[in-house]
């Protein structure tokens, strides 16, 4: 917690953080796998463009790169250097008084970064998971990671009510992601996913599984998938840094293809679970 190794319970914010009190920040979740970290430099990357979309500036000699460097740290330190872990890292603007605009320039953000132990849901990725749809309430930037998630929240919420895994987030007629994940779909025999613009999060599973597909030459088409196109659809899956990729064989109660997890998502299941078993630094 800026700077200092605290037991969990101990890291406080003022409650003039403008995390708290405006979301006023971004945050990156990085996979750990046996100690090694899954595709830090694609995390660094994003947490910089997060930083700079919002346009907050680290102090002295702070970098993703440094966070990722403390994460180990804290790997090395709570045990965590066995099994499964997540890397939690989260930037605010800092604390101040209250006032829509920047604070002073000199003030610090804050800098919050953590570790978990966690297990991943190999059982549903086994069966295949439903999935509902809904509108997507977001703002015009959600290819920045920022904290303000309220839309994503009320989405999975009302997923979670229907017994669902997922929320996928429909805008003008397309399907763009899900409240926590990206999507992808075959439809007509071609796999496609929303293209990475301003609409979807540039996610880091999307992105490594579509270099994926094409060492295994299969084609990623990103064009968004229609709300007509739905029905068609053959396969139907989820990635995400915690989620890998979750296959959907039900949505809004009617099934995914024949409602088993589809060739082209096992083939894809496997050589992403290869990967995060081979990979990482
Ligand atoms: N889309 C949204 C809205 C997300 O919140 C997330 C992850 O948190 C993703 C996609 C998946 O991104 P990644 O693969 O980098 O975890």
Redesign the pocket.
């Known amino acids: 917690m800026n700077g200092n190794f605290v037991p969990r319970s101990d890291a406080v914010v003022s409650v003039e953080d403008r995390g708290f009190v405006f979301g006023d920040g971004v945050y990156e979740?990085v996979r750990v796998i046996r100690g090694r970290l899954f595709a830090t430099r694609?995390?660094n990357e994003?947490l910089e463009r997060s930083l700079e979309g919002i346009r907050i500036t680290l102090q002295g000699e702070d970098s993703p790169a440094r966070f990722v460097d403390i994460g180990r740290q804290l790997l090395r330190e709570n045990n965590l250097l066995e099994g499964e872990a997540t890397l939690y890292i989260q930037v605010t603007r800092g604390a101040t008084t209250r006032a829509h605009y920047f604070p002073p320039a000199n003030t610090p953000p804050t800098v919050y970064i953590s570790v978990a132990r966690f297990a991943p849901n190999t059982e549903l990725a086994e069966r295949g998971a439903s999935a509902i749809t809904h509108p997507d309430l977001r703002w015009g930037r959600?290819d920045l990671?920022t904290l303000n998630?309220l839309p994503?929240v009320l989405a999975s919420q009302t997923a979670k009510e229907q017994g669902a895994f997922e929320a996928m987030l429909i805008r003008d007629g397309v399907v763009t992601?899900?409240?926590?994940?990206?999507f992808f779909g075959v439809v007509d025999g071609t796999l496609r996913t929303h293209p990475c613009d301003t609409h979807?999060?540039?996610?880091?599973?999307?992105?490594v599984l579509r270099d994926l597909a094409a060492e295994i030459n299969i084609d990623v088409d990103e064009s968004p998938i229609t709300v007509d196109e739905i029905p068609g659809l053959s396969e139907l899956f989820l990635?995400?840094?915690?989620?890998d990729v979750m296959p959907i064989v039900q949505l809004d109660g009617r099934f995914v293809g024949d409602g088993k997890p589809g060739e082209l998502t096992r083939k894809l299941q496997r050589v992403l679970a290869e990967s995060l078993a081979s990979g990482g630094d």
Request: aromatic share 4%; hydrophobic share 25%.
């Open positions: 979740v694609f995390h994003r959600c990671k998630l994503n992601e899900g409240a926590k994940t990206n979807i999060l540039p996610g880091i599973t999307r992105s990635t995400g840094t915690t989620t």
